[in-house]
């Protein structure tokens, strides 16, 4: 990628696209817990409240879009503070994992506590562990290597 736009749309676009399939995939598909309208949703519902379950779709479509927003405004951080951090630079998979948790711990310890006063209380068991992966998978990873390659292909021009 030659723009700084264009890395940070293309990190939020691939970051968001894999965050968003995995869950459908574990939770809709493999487990069959829930609806692929039902997580859209859930999302729809940080802005719409209980009205983002009112069986409209396009509760379904602003929850997607509002996750892309999210997921490029991640995408954005890490661009913004990859030159910065030289840490950053060592390390791709590592610091894509250390992103991944960092996410994991704003979207769970402020974003959500903040939209949703009462949540249930987080144990260290598997779905934790796996929404943790599903980040530094999903979202970590493909922003560190994304980044990386910007930055590596500006460097050397």
Request: glycine content about 6%; proline content about 4%.
């Amino acid at each position: 990628m030659k723009s700084k736009v264009g890395t940070i749309l293309l990190s939020g676009l691939v970051a968001g696209t894999l965050d968003i399939i995995t869950p459908i995939l574990i939770y809709a598909v493999i487990l069959q817990k829930t609806t692929a309208l039902k997580i859209l949703q859930s999302i729809a519902s940080g802005v719409f409240k209980q009205d983002a379950y009112s069986g409209d779709t396009k509760m379904a479509f602003y929850g997607l879009a509002f996750h892309f927003i999210i997921a490029t405004i991640f995408a954005l951080f890490y661009f913004k503070i990859y030159p910065h951090v030289s840490f950053l630079k060592n390390n791709t998979i590592i610091s894509g994992v250390l992103y991944g948790i960092f996410v994991w711990i704003i979207m769970n310890l402020v974003v959500l506590p903040i939209v949703f006063p009462i949540l249930p209380a987080k144990s260290l068991d598997f779905p934790l562990l796996l929404s943790i992966l599903i980040l530094i998978f999903c979202i970590g990873i493909p922003i560190a290597y994304i980044t990386k390659k910007y930055y590596t292909y500006t460097s050397n021009r």
